[in-house]
Every structure is written in structure tokens, then in C-alpha cells.
């Protein structure tokens, strides 16, 4: 056998060299894969490294990351995999599984206020015996009176200020009374006493005179009583309203009234009245007819009801010129607006009168105004 020559181990034969050729060619089409779709991204990069200051994108609805606008197919940093920042928060942007969240069940309802309890509303009990919340007007004058202040004695209410009494006693009288000892009546401690001079009819709307009126004013002028009167309205337009304050005027010729004269319409008991069809501005249209008739002639007038009268039937913000006479027995007033008289008590008695009678008081000496 012949042995290899000591320089034939240095030779490199001509396959080795093409397969190290092949080798390089592929490394190097993997290097240029790799790195040249990223120059670009990599300068950018540098470029941002070297600016002392990061400048948004004029475009504020642009994604951003890693303050390097992102384009398809490059990825700079871990965080750039988590692709929901590149989207702008949107509160009714459904979540990534389409899911949407319903937060009803924890937040928190807006709580209604109690009228009972809220100081902006008064109960109003109304015919047919329901309770309704009216919100009290800030534009018509409220009443301060201090009902601590009231006392009662023997049926007799007095309000008192600074431990003065500055209240008057009062009856309301009319036919059903009957025949009146006033002179008792005055010993009895009555201030003034409310006559009622007439009413018109609530079905045939004709005006009557009341049988009494005539002897009443002047048995109760004489005993040293104040007195003033009241007129029971069926009105239904203001034409009889002022016909029914004529009627008025003209039956007080000759005497003399300290009190006011008070119109007194309202609604019959188990019947239907003449005044069912008026709405309330008609109601109010007339009442302001009859007292601004007799505010004409130099008298004081003045609105007699119950709360829901003055609250519900008329509109007193446009007869805020006259006084109030609140009808509201038995209990304490929750009117809210002023008044000047209350009706405290139905079929109470006075010595001098045989039969019942309405206890009044006035917050308001009448003869002095």
C-alpha cells in the first residue's frame, strides 16, 4: 500500500470549500431577513434616544406606543404585544369579548325626596277625601305665627306675644242662630262678631237676603260689638260678582263696619253647585271682581276658605291685595301662606246664644286699620 505524502493533509478539497460557500450564502440571506425590514425602526429609535424632548403626534386619535408610531409588522418592545392600548378608551366601547358591563346594580339611585318632610310641599286634603302634595309657592307672604303662643280658655283661643295677648275673640253668626242677646254675647268676652248680610242661590242664582241680617247688625252695633260682614257666593261670572258686592254696600248704608267684608264662595255639601263648571282662573276672575268692588267704596275685603279653596279653586297670587279668613277647625293650621282670621272651631257656644255657633280669632285689630 502507498502512503499519503505529509503535504497532502493541508490540501482542502474543492466540495468542502462549496459546502462553506453554501453555509455563508444562507447565514447571510437570514441576516438580511432579519435586519433589514427593522433599520428603519431601529433609527427611529436612535433618533428618539437622542431628542431631550418627546413631541405627541398631531394626530391625537393616532395609537402610540413607546412614543414610536406603530406599523404593521413592527414590534419594538414586549409591552408593544398588548395591542388593546393601541385603541382610544371609549366609556361605551364594548369590552374585547363583546361583553357589555351593566354597573346598575352598583351604582346608587338618586333618591327621591319626602314631600312630607322636605319643607317645599303641603298636604292638601281634597272632596273626595284624597291627600295631595302641593309645592309651596316662593312668591306668595307665609304666616310666622308661633302656635306655642295659642291658649285656650273655655273654648275662647288667644295668641299671646311676649307674654301680651295680642289676639281678638269672634263669632260668625247668620240666621240659624236665630235671635241673639249681643249684650251677653259681649259680656261673654266676644271682640267682633261676622254677620252675613246675604247669598245667592247655588241652583235658582238669585240673591236673598239674610232674614236676620238687618236685627243683627244693629242689636250687635249697639251692644259695643265690632263688626264686620260676609256674602255666600254663587257667582259664575263677574258681572254677578259685582252685582253681589253692590248688593252688599248698599245694605251696610247707614251703619258702620270695623271688620271686613269677606267674600264666601265654596261648594255645596252633597249637591252640585252653580260654580262646579268654573275653572279656577274663572274662581279667581271672580273673587277679585267683588273685592276690588268694594276696595272701590273705601271698605277692607278680605277672602274667606278652607286650605283647599285657597290653595286648589283660586290662584292667590293675583289676590295677594286682601286678606285671608282660613277655615280650618279643630286642628292647628298648616296653611302656609298669611292670613289674618281663623275659623278654629264649628258649633262651639257663647253665652247669649241658644244654639251653636263658630269661634273665631283675628291676629289683626280690624277698628285700627
Same mark, same amino acid.
Not at 453555509?23 to 433589514?36: N, P, Q, W
Not at 284624597?130 to 310666622?144: A, C, G
Not at 259681649?186 to 254677620?195: H, Q, S
Given at each position: 500500500?502507498?502512503?499519503?505524502?505529509?503535504?497532502?493533509?493541508?490540501?482542502?478539497?474543492?466540495?468542502?470549500?462549496?459546502?462553506?460557500?453554501?453555509?455563508?450564502?444562507?447565514?447571510?440571506?437570514?441576516?438580511?431577513?432579519?435586519?433589514?425590514?427593522?433599520?428603519?425602526?431601529?433609527?427611529?429609535?436612535?433618533?428618539?434616544?437622542?431628542?431631550?424632548?418627546?413631541?405627541?403626534?398631531?394626530?391625537?386619535?393616532?395609537?402610540?406606543?413607546?412614543?414610536?408610531?406603530?406599523?404593521?409588522?413592527?414590534?419594538?418592545?414586549?409591552?408593544?404585544?398588548?395591542?388593546?392600548?393601541?385603541?382610544?378608551?371609549?366609556?361605551?366601547?364594548?369590552?374585547? /369579548?363583546?361583553?357589555?358591563? /351593566?354597573?346598575?346594580?352598583?351604582?346608587?339611585?338618586?333618591?327621591?325626596?319626602?314631600?312630607?318632610?322636605?319643607?317645599?310641599?303641603?298636604?292638601?286634603?281634597?272632596?273626595?277625601?284624597?291627600?295631595?302634595?302641593?309645592?309651596?309657592?316662593?312668591?306668595?307672604?307665609?304666616?310666622?305665627?308661633?302656635?306655642?303662643?295659642?291658649?285656650?280658655?273655655?273654648?275662647?283661643?288667644?295668641?299671646?306675644?311676649?307674654?301680651?295677648?295680642?289676639?281678638?275673640?269672634?263669632?260668625?253668626?247668620?240666621?240659624?242662630?236665630?235671635?241673639?242677646?249681643?249684650?251677653?254675647?259681649?259680656?261673654?268676652?266676644?271682640?267682633?262678631?261676622?254677620?252675613?248680610?246675604?247669598?245667592?242661590?247655588?241652583?235658582?242664582?238669585?240673591?236673598?237676603?239674610?232674614?236676620?241680617?238687618?236685627?243683627?247688625?244693629?242689636?250687635?252695633?249697639?251692644?259695643?260689638?265690632?263688626?264686620?260682614?260676609?256674602? +255666600?257666593?254663587?257667582?259664575?261670572?263677574?258681572?254677578?260678582?259685582?252685582?253681589?258686592?253692590?248688593?252688599?254696600?248698599?245694605?251696610?248704608?247707614?251703619?258702620?263696619?270695623?271688620?271686613?267684608?269677606?267674600?264666601?264662595?265654596?261648594?255645596?255639601?252633597?249637591?252640585?253647585?252653580?260654580?262646579?263648571?268654573?275653572?279656577?282662573?274663572?274662581?279667581? /276672575?271672580?273673587?277679585?271682581?267683588?273685592?276690588?268692588?268694594?276696595?272701590?267704596?273705601?271698605?277692607?275685603?278680605?277672602?274667606?276658605?278652607?286650605?283647599?279653596?285657597?290653595?286648589?279653586?283660586?290662584?292667590?297670587?293675583?289676590?295677594? /291685595?286682601?286678606?285671608?279668613?282660613?277655615?280650618?277647625?279643630?286642628?292647628?293650621?298648616?296653611?302656609?301662606?298669611?292670613?289674618?282670621?281663623?275659623?278654629?272651631?264649628?258649633?262651639?257656644?257663647?253665652?247669649?246664644? +241658644?244654639?251653636?255657633?263658630?269661634?273665631?280669632?283675628?291676629?289683626?285689630?280690624?277698628?285700627?286699620?
Amino acid at each position: 500500500m502507498k502512503l499519503k505524502e505529509s503535504g497532502d493533509n493541508n490540501r482542502i478539497s474543492p466540495q468542502y470549500i462549496a459546502g462553506v460557500l453554501g453555509v455563508g450564502a444562507v447565514l447571510l440571506i437570514i441576516l438580511l431577513i432579519v435586519i433589514i425590514p427593522n433599520i428603519d425602526s431601529l433609527s427611529a429609535k436612535k433618533d428618539s434616544n437622542n431628542t431631550e424632548e418627546t413631541t405627541l403626534p398631531e394626530d391625537a386619535s393616532s395609537p402610540v406606543v413607546n412614543d414610536t408610531q406603530v406599523g404593521e409588522g413592527q414590534i419594538t418592545s414586549p409591552a408593544d404585544l398588548d395591542f388593546w392600548d393601541l385603541y382610544p378608551e371609549d366609556a361605551n366601547q364594548n369590552t374585547p /369579548d363583546d361583553t357589555i358591563i /351593566d354597573e346598575s346594580e352598583n351604582s346608587i339611585p338618586e333618591t327621591e325626596e319626602d314631600p312630607a318632610t322636605d319643607g317645599k310641599h303641603t298636604a292638601v286634603t281634597l272632596r273626595d277625601g284624597t291627600v295631595e302634595w302641593v309645592v309651596i309657592s316662593q312668591y306668595l307672604p307665609k304666616n310666622d305665627y308661633n302656635y306655642t303662643n295659642l291658649v285656650s280658655k273655655n273654648d275662647e283661643m288667644q295668641y299671646y306675644i311676649d307674654g301680651k295677648q295680642t289676639s281678638y275673640f269672634g263669632i260668625d253668626v247668620s240666621k240659624y242662630q236665630d235671635y241673639i242677646d249681643f249684650v251677653k254675647v259681649k259680656k261673654a268676652g266676644v271682640d267682633f262678631v261676622m254677620i252675613r248680610v246675604g247669598s245667592r242661590g247655588y241652583g235658582t242664582g238669585q240673591i236673598m237676603m239674610d232674614d236676620y241680617f238687618y236685627d243683627n247688625i244693629k242689636r250687635a252695633t249697639d251692644a259695643g260689638l265690632r263688626v264686620g260682614v260676609y256674602f +255666600s257666593s254663587q257667582a259664575v261670572t263677574k258681572a254677578e260678582a259685582i252685582e253681589e258686592a253692590n248688593t252688599v254696600i248698599v245694605a251696610l248704608e247707614g251703619y258702620s263696619i270695623d271688620y271686613p267684608i269677606v267674600f264666601d264662595m265654596g261648594f255645596v255639601d252633597n249637591d252640585n253647585a252653580r260654580i262646579e263648571a268654573l275653572s279656577r282662573e274663572g274662581k279667581t /276672575d271672580i273673587t277679585k271682581a267683588f273685592l276690588d268692588t268694594v276696595k272701590s267704596y273705601g271698605y277692607t275685603g278680605m277672602i274667606y276658605g278652607d286650605k283647599e279653596w285657597l290653595i286648589k279653586e283660586i290662584d292667590m297670587s293675583k289676590l295677594t /291685595d286682601y286678606d285671608v279668613w282660613l277655615e280650618q277647625p279643630q286642628d292647628l293650621p298648616d296653611y302656609p301662606y298669611k292670613f289674618s282670621m281663623w275659623q278654629y272651631k264649628i258649633n262651639g257656644s257663647v253665652d247669649g246664644i +241658644s244654639g251653636y255657633v263658630n269661634l273665631n280669632i283675628s291676629f289683626v285689630d280690624y277698628s285700627e286699620k
